[in-house]
């Protein structure tokens, strides 16, 4: 049985926007709930989702990080899908920046789950070389993608107007390239939930019980393609998980 972390915002939190005051899907209808249906056999889910949150910036935001890893170990894979606020609560979105910081995060995650890579043991690295166990398998995830409606600029979350739609969307596609081109850095694992077909709510941000279920149904793909690349190393080098079926980075 393995064992993931996700670490994510409102929608890994399972926000329903139709909520008063903004609500919170029951948990039979959300995804992480619906994943772990899923693969009860195989892999236990455990999820850490904040409305609003966006990738770590304050000390308080990196000790919570630090605090649930520690407390959720052992793990396997630590997945994470954030970016999403960074882009929508700010009238300069930057798709740019808002990788750089999950670039940070990956290293923070690595350091406070004790690994040192992803890859086999090389001899510069000797925590690996020595033989100690490698640290859990990361996996970002880009966040779906970002098409706005009419209702979407009433809402707290959405920072712009109207005239801020294409900016919003230009930025979150950038964004799911410039993750997935940190991946391949960083020797991570990666998927595109940009490019699943999901429902949405009203805001045309938040999923929809329907997108929940649909998300799960890919996210369980995934964990099932990272779990059938044993026996090799979780992020082995040119290798990409993404809606389960892993491939080879051309």
Not at 63 to 90: C, E, H, W
Not at 138 to 150: C, H, M, S
Not at 190 to 209: I, M
Not at 213 to 218: C, L, N, Q, S, T
Request: net charge negative; glycine share 10%.
């Amino acid at each position: 049985m393995k064992k993931a972390l996700f670490f994510g915002d409102s929608n890994t939190y399972g926000y329903d926007p139709a909520g008063f005051m903004g609500g919170r899907y029951p948990r039979g209808e959300r995804w992480t709930t619906l994943l772990q249906d899923r693969l009860e056999d195989s892999w236990m889910i455990e999820a850490d989702g904040l409305p609003g949150r966006a990738l770590p910036v304050t000390s308080y935001e990196w000790n919570y990080l630090r605090s649930l890893i520690r407390q959720a170990k052992p793990f396997d894979l630590f997945a994470v899908m954030l970016g999403t606020n960074d882009l929508l609560s700010t009238l300069r979105p930057d798709a740019a920046k808002t990788a750089r910081r999950m670039n940070e995060l990956i290293s923070f995650v690595q350091e406070a789950a004790g690994d040192h890579g992803q890859g086999p043991a090389r001899e510069e690295d000797p925590l690996q070389a020595s033989g100690e166990p490698a640290g859990p398998a990361i996996l970002i995830i880009a966040p779906p993608e970002i098409v706005l409606t009419d209702q979407s600029y009433a809402e707290p979350y959405v920072c712009g107007d109207r005239t801020y739609a294409q900016i919003y969307f230009k930025e979150g596609k950038k964004l799911s390239q410039y993750y997935g081109e940190l991946a391949a850095y960083r020797n991570v694992l990666f998927a595109d939930a940009s490019e699943w077909p999901l429902a949405f709510a009203y805001d045309g941000v938040h999923l929809s019980p329907e997108g929940h279920a649909a998300f799960a149904d890919h996210m369980a793909e995934v964990l099932a393609g990272i779990a059938a690349q044993t026996p090799a190393p979780a992020g082995a080098p040119g290798m990409t998980a993404d809606a389960g079926r892993l491939k080879e980075d051309r």
